[in-house]
């Protein structure tokens, strides 16, 4: 009967220490299974609101400052349209050579300047500009007036002219208004290595 007793006793703590282990097991895989992907979920969400909620502000700031940046992309837009009316015209600098020399001779024509030759000198890079220079040889004239007109249209034209070198020579010193001579005049024209990266992006 003790034997008896004892094995009855033995066979309930095995049978209490199994069901101990299998309740373990299914805590575990609830806490894997539910808890924890509940947990990851909800820490996702937490970090989707606070992410959704940087973007929020960040669109208040735009939609606050948005008049000032359309203001400043238009200024923006008006003087780079600006700056471009006032370039050479032309897609490499022999067109825009061509433009110049319209130009300058437009302008001597005006003023009874007669033009001996015209010759294009080597174009040179600016950072996104290209320089473009005409060396012009002018014949004997007798007025100084003239000249003098000549030189102001070329510097105040609508485009960004300049008069970089001027040699003048009176020929005659009796008549010291008798002036012939040369000088070479620059413009600028968009860079030609600039347009090539446009088109290659």
Do not use: C
């Not at 022999?94 to 033009?115: D, R, Y």
């Amino acid at each position: 009967m003790k034997q008896l007793a004892f094995f009855k006793k033995w066979d309930f703590s095995q049978r209490k220490a199994f069901w101990a282990v299998i309740s373990v097991a299914v805590a575990i895989l609830i806490y894997f299974l539910g808890i924890l992907p509940l947990v990851e979920a909800k820490k996702k969400a937490e970090e989707e609101i606070v992410l959704k909620g940087r973007v929020l502000l960040r669109y208040e700031e735009y939609l606050k400052n948005r008049k000032t940046i359309e203001e400043e992309l238009d200024l923006t837009l008006k003087v780079h349209e600006t700056v471009q009316l006032r370039l050479l015209t032309g897609g490499n600098p022999q067109l825009g050579a061509a433009n110049l020399q319209e130009i300058v001779k437009k302008t001597s024509e005006k003023n009874n300047i007669a033009i001996r030759s015209f010759r294009i000198l080597e174009p040179k890079e600016i950072n996104v500009y290209s320089k473009i220079s005409l060396q012009i040889d002018f014949n004997p004239m007798n007025s100084m007036l003239g000249l003098g007109q000549f030189i102001y249209d070329i510097e105040n034209h609508e485009k960004d002219l300049m008069i970089s070198e001027m040699d003048l020579l009176v020929s005659n010193p009796r008549m010291p208004s008798n002036i012939q001579g040369s000088m070479v005049i620059s413009g600028l024209m968009k860079g030609v290595k600039t347009k090539e990266k446009g088109k290659e992006g």
